[in-house]
């Protein structure tokens, strides 16, 4: 876990710091970036991180001290910038709550930040109250596409906004509040690519610690918030913020050197067999990223039988084991009898994600092959008719959409249980697809348009 965004420079933590390092360590926060934010701070926010290797800074001037910036402190923040542990300027941005300084100062100042950014090549931290269009109206203007919104509170608008610009979100103890009823909604609808966590300590203590003085420590607590809200475990928040937190600041390691052939989300374990597939769809992740919850699913050459049941081990500890990767795993159709039977013979519960091209690919009925070795199985509709699944899908094959369709019609009498899913893509008619399931004999799904795992 890394807590993005603390103040660890600042006097309610005056002679704790070691005892407040070492708690986070205890906690499982092994990285920290202590943001320097006033002309008093910048240079102990540096100094800090020669005394803890887990420490990083950030430097800037608060749009609340705006009024104080001048050439000098430009300059000051510059050369301290070129110190390796100084991994991002800020924080600056707009505050328009409290305006302890002019806002015209403010814009200006912020837009010196940005510039400051791009000379360095560092990411820029934002702060923003109260200040959302004019926020946004200058990270577009001024090309920002390297950053985050810290202490994230803003509506779902801007979150869009500011991702379409590249930049992260980053949520803060806040979100456990009892009135945060809007961040929530927010904090669901954010891609995993552009995911922080953090505490802004000494403030914002999580709940239950709420009024208390708030510490690094404590931004597990937040995590396992906007797990809960997301419907996924602690540990897939922990890998998920991690790895962006690496990507955004250039910490070390950026990313996971190989593909998994495992992967778990929640309890269940994902087999990540192939990287092959005969359909290009439109809303596929994989041309998007290497990564889902985290996890690096590009693989260098596909594992043997014999290297997945390895990875696998004892699935009977998981609610389900799942074919599931960045490629159609019935396109390994011998592999998947093999590794299904293990797991079948050792308690575990087996689930196939497919494109339904199955029969297709093999050029011939491989549903009663599955039999007795799936418990479930769940098909890719895509769309409610030809014309559109083959704008969305790219098939291979002549008559691929009505291939799915007599597979998810066929599945139900050799697989227990048979989901047909879709995504809710441009064209795509839900209803008409549910309608369609339902006619088959299958339950259905809604998938949602970038939302993996």
Do not use: W
């Amino acid at each position: 876990m890394i807590d993005t965004h603390c103040h660890l420079e600042m006097s309610p933590f005056d002679g704790e710091a070691d005892a407040v390092v070492q708690r986070a360590h205890d906690a499982g926060v092994h990285k920290m970036i202590t943001i320097g934010s006033s002309p008093q701070s910048i240079e102990e926010a540096v100094a800090l991180t020669g005394r803890y290797p887990s420490v990083y800074a950030a430097i800037g001037i608060h749009p609340h001290d705006a009024r104080l910036f001048t050439p000098e402190i430009y300059r000051q923040i510059r050369d301290l910038s070129s110190n390796e542990k100084v991994v991002a300027i800020g924080e600056t941005g707009l505050d328009y709550h409290y305006k302890h300084s002019p806002v015209d100062i403010q814009r200006e100042v912020f837009i010196r930040h940005i510039a400051l950014a791009k000379e360095t090549n560092l990411p820029v931290v934002i702060h923003s109250r109260e200040a959302s269009d004019d926020v946004v109206s200058i990270i577009k203007g001024e090309g920002v596409s390297s950053g985050v919104l810290h202490c994230f509170s803003g509506d779902e608008k801007m979150a869009e906004a500011v991702m379409a610009s590249g930049l992260y979100i980053s949520i803060s103890g806040t979100v456990t509040f009892k009135n945060s009823a809007a961040l929530r909604a927010v904090v669901r609808t954010i891609p995993d690519d552009y995911l922080l966590v953090e505490t802004d300590a000494p403030y914002l203590a999580p709940t239950p610690n709420r009024g208390k003085r708030n510490e690094p420590a404590y931004v597990t607590l937040t995590a396992r918030a906007v797990a809960e809200i997301r419907g996924v475990s602690y540990e897939d928040i922990d890998r998920i913020t991690t790895l962006n937190a690496n990507r955004l600041f250039g910490l070390e390691p950026a990313r996971p050197a190989n593909g998994q052939i495992t992967y778990k989300i929640r309890n269940s374990l994902y087999l990540n067999i192939t990287n092959r597939c005969t359909n290009v769809c439109t809303f596929c992740v994989r041309y998007q990223t290497d990564f889902v919850k985290g996890h690096n699913l590009r693989l260098s050459r596909e594992p043997s039988d014999a290297e997945i049941i390895e990875s696998i081990g004892n699935p009977a500890v998981f609610d389900e084991v799942v074919f599931c990767g960045y490629g159609e795993p019935l396109m390994r159709l011998d592999t998947v009898i093999n590794v299904s039977r293990y797991i079948k013979t050792h308690g575990g519960r087996v689930r196939i994600n497919t494109n339904g091209l199955g029969c297709l690919i093999h050029k011939r009925d491989i549903l009663p092959e599955l039999s007795g070795l799936v418990d479930v199985i769940s098909i890719s509709l895509n769309a409610q008719d030809a014309s559109t699944y083959q704008r969305l899908s790219h098939p291979p094959f002549e008559g691929a959409y009505e291939a799915v369709l007599k597979f998810i019609a066929g599945a139900k009498d050799c697989i227990p249980e048979v989901t047909a899913t879709v995504v809710d893509a441009p064209g795509v008619d839900v209803e008409k697809c549910r309608q369609i399931a339902a006619a088959l004999g299958a339950t259905f799904r809604l998938r949602h348009l970038d939302v993996v795992g």
